[in-house]
């Protein structure tokens, strides 16, 4: 029995089907949702990412149907003055784009990939998985309505409220609490700067950012994603069962009430949205292995993390790859669970941790307390040479990073198989 059973068809479980795909592993992707819906508004993808879907065939055309690349990252002052910017994706010398876009839009695309490619059958929707059982020929999965499967491997990625996490680790408790609520939504409004500018600003209680993911339609007007986040103590939403909560502008504007008249009006912006979504800040301590015999966690189910990188997407997808990549070194064994573990679980348990910090975002809090966030000469309130200083270990890490992604070979070789029994 070679067939490998994905729970949860979101991002990581689509993307680790088309990979399995490529790779020549039959699979079945079991997902709660009962139809392929576009759901939910931005997010990045990094290069990284980006290079994998388009050794996937999923490339810059289909991705520019879904998003734009993003040009420039920003943080500017609450009277919209420049505190500091540069550029990103293949302005940050990338030999690949970074891709800010929709991402229902993005997983309907994927969805409808994988029905192309691996046919209907490989995508059982409506099905939610409640848990399994292993032993030494396989595992059985267990659904919710009482139907089972067996296959050679599990693969986890079933999300932040990982059903499969639980069972494998059933003392965690709840997710992390990070104090702090994000709303998002998209307004349609002019894109502001390069025309596609990932620009934040904020103070140590509150942050607001916004990026376009669309391409400006005749009227120079694109769809516009924005995240409001305010840090609160106590609020309902810390106990979500779900990635994401439809909610009334109504029910979070007040926290911006004295963010009327900025440089931008980001009350009215918001207000604007049709719909505005509510989830909590959290994230779990990392744990030591992902990896139980046949099953294995990824994506989200393996590391929720904080957004401050705008990585969570991005690893997830180099997550499928990995797991390709070890599945063509070892065969589809528990040992190639362990491998793609051994490769990945150290390294993004770090990056788990170190999204937990402010990153450079820590910049708006140093210019906050020391005027504000209003000035007209930055030079005065943060000197040159201090900015240079903070942001020096960024630039030398992205640098690093465009190096090291541009001279490295394929994560799947083109032509590579699995040795499938
Ligand atoms: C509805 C939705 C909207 C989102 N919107 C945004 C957004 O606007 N911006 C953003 O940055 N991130 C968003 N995310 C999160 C983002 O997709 C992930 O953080 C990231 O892409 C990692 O992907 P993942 O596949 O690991 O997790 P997810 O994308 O969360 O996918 C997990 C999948 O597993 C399914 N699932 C969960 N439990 C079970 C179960 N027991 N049985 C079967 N299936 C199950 C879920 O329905 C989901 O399709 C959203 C996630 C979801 C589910």
Redesign the pocket.
């Known amino acids: 029995m070679s067939d490998v059973l994905i729970?949860?068809?979101?991002?990581?479980?689509?993307?680790t089907a088309l990979t399995l795909h490529q790779i020549g592993v039959p699979c079945t992707v079991?997902?709660?949702?009962p139809d392929g819906e576009p759901?939910?508004?931005?997010?990045?993808l990094q290069p990284n990412a980006v290079r994998e879907l388009y050794e996937l065939g999923i490339g810059g055309a289909l991705l520019n149907s879904v998003g734009i690349p993003l040009r420039e990252w920003a943080l500017v002052s609450l009277n919209g003055r420049d505190i500091y910017s540069e550029g990103r994706g293949m302005d940050a010398g990338f030999h690949w784009p970074q891709f800010s876009v929709?991402?229902?839009q993005l997983?309907a695309l994927l969805h409808r990939t994988v029905r192309r490619r691996l046919g209907n059958h490989a995508l059982v929707m409506g099905?939610?998985?409640?848990g399994f059982d292993q032993d030494a020929d396989g595992v059985t999965l267990y659904?919710?309505n009482g139907r089972r499967a067996r296959g050679a491997l599990l693969i986890a990625?079933?999300?932040?409220?990982?059903?499969?996490r639980a069972q494998m680790f059933p003392d965690e408790g709840p997710l992390n609490w990070g104090e702090t609520v994000l709303w998002?939504g998209t307004s349609r409004a002019k894109p502001l700067r390069t025309g596609s500018s990932y620009v934040s600003m904020g103070t140590p209680d509150k942050h607001f950012l916004i990026y376009p993911i669309s391409h400006p339609d005749r009227d120079g007007k694109a769809l516009i994603?924005w995240v409001a986040a305010a840090k609160i103590e106590e609020h309902p939403a810390r106990y979500a069962d779900?990635?994401?909560r439809q909610v009334p502008a109504s029910s979070f504007l007040s926290y911006f009430d004295d963010w009327r008249d900025l440089w931008i009006d980001a009350h009215a912006l918001m207000g604007a949205s049709a719909t505005a979504?509510e989830?909590p800040l959290v994230d779990r301590v990392p744990i030591p292995t992902w990896h139980q015999g046949r099953v294995v966690l990824?994506?989200?189910?393996?590391h929720?993390m904080y957004?401050t990188a705008?990585t969570?997407?991005s690893?997830?997808?180099i997550?499928a790859r990995v797991l390709g990549a070890s599945l063509i070194e070892e065969g589809v064994t528990p040992g190639a669970l362990y491998a793609f573990d051994d490769k990945l679980c150290a390294p993004v348990s770090a990056l788990v941790t170190r999204n937990r910090s402010d990153g450079r975002f820590e910049l708006l809090r140093i210019v906050y307390e020391r005027c504000g966030g209003h000035f007209t000469d930055l030079d005065s309130v943060v000197p040159p040479r201090e900015r240079e200083d903070f942001m020096l270990r960024y630039t030398r890490a992205t640098e690093f990073a465009a190096e090291m992604l541009n001279t490295a070979p394929p994560i799947i070789p083109p032509g590579a198989r699995a040795a499938v029994a």
């Open positions: 729970a949860g068809g979101g991002i990581a479980g689509l993307v079991f997902e709660a949702f759901r939910g508004v931005g997010m990045n929709n991402r229902g997983h099905n939610r998985v409640a659904l919710d990625a079933d999300g932040l409220f990982s059903t499969i998002r994603n779900r990635w994401m979504y989830t990824l994506g989200d189910a393996a929720p957004p705008a969570g997407a690893q997830a997808i997550d």
